[in-house]
């Protein structure tokens, strides 16, 4: 009888690795996940502290912070400004100013007044503008420079020019074309121009920075003392009498007459008109004793 050899069963092949028995993997994935937080972040004690420990400070850096610091104090000081500015006078023909001390002294007031004016970043230019223009009525235009490494300011003033040398019942000014009061005569320099001398009669006292006549009216006497001159008609001074409103005198030397003109009318019609009695009352010897009345258009009176 043969018999027959049974076949062994195998054994599934188990894995050791240094003497043990080898997990399963997912086993092995889930015990790395449940081990302390060392393990999961990759982090250690000895890390962690050297994260947040702080810098410590290097004494080779010393010159770098000393260079930053001297760089900050010379970017401060540059910003500095002195508070006595230098001042320029732009002089032109027929413009009037005050001496350069006068202004400088009154500048350096007005520019002490604030300390945000001791810096180019805090200067408070349009207020010292102002402040120059409303003391000094004279003035045109106020422009302030600032140096871009220096310390000191500089301020150029441009005089105005006046339009009309007003008499008043206070005194002697200048008047610009808008009919403001400029300043006095005697606290001003005038840069040889002659001007249209209007005495007003009517006792209204004259105050610098305000007006003495309405523009209207500044604008008209201008143009009556230009068309006179242009004419060739000599005139002593030009009179706002006091007895009459919206009425301007001329004054002729070696004349016993003078005109009236009204401050409503075209001028240069009225001194047109003028100029042609003036010819008329020649040719016929007659010579006005009191005055030649233009103040109605296109009609002539006399006395």
């Known amino acids: 009888m043969k018999f027959r050899r049974q076949k062994q069963k195998s054994e599934p092949e188990i894995r050791r690795s240094s003497g043990q028995a080898s997990r399963p993997v997912v086993f092995s994935y889930y015990a790395r996940g449940m081990s302390g937080s060392e393990q999961n972040t990759g982090r250690n004690e000895t890390s962690q502290k050297r994260l ?17 610091a001297v760089i900050a104090g010379a970017v401060l000081y540059s910003c500095v400004l002195q508070p006595n500015p230098r001042i320029s006078i732009v ?37 010292i503008q102002r402040d120059i223009r409303s003391q000094f009525n004279e003035l045109e235009s106020v422009t302030i420079e600032l140096p ?19 008499v008043s019942s206070n005194g002697s000014f200048y008047v610009n074309p808008a009919g403001k009061v400029m300043s006095r005569t005697t ?22 920075g305000k007006a003495i006549i309405s523009e209207s009216e500044a604008q008209f006497l201008q143009k009556l003392t230009l068309h006179l001159k242009e004419e060739g008609i000599v005139y002593e001074s030009v009179v706002l009498p ?24 075209d001028p240069r019609q009225a001194v047109g008109s003028y100029k042609a009695i003036r010819d008329k009352l020649a040719k016929e010897n007659i010579i006005p004793a009191e005055y030649i009345d233009l103040r109605v258009e296109e009609k002539v009176f006399y006395r």
């Open 52 to 68: 947040i420990a702080k810098p410590k400070f290097k004494l080779a850096s010393l010159p770098s912070y000393i260079a930053l």
């Open 91 to 127: 002089s032109q023909a027929g413009t009037i100013y005050r001496p350069n001390e006068e202004y400088q002294k009154a500048i350096n007031a007005i520019w002490q007044r604030s300390i945000f004016n001791r810096t180019k970043l805090t200067v408070r230019s349009e207020d």
């Open 148 to 166: 871009l490494l220096g310390h000191r300011p500089k301020i150029v003033l441009a005089p105005a020019r006046p339009a009309l040398h007003f």
């Open 187 to 208: 606290e001003v320099t005038q840069n040889q121009t002659e001007l249209p001398l209007i005495i007003d009669e009517s006792g209204i006292s004259a105050d610098p």
């Open 242 to 265: 006091a007895t009459a409103a919206k009425e301007a005198d001329v004054r002729m030397p070696g004349q016993k007459y003078y005109l009236k003109f009204s401050l409503l009318t």
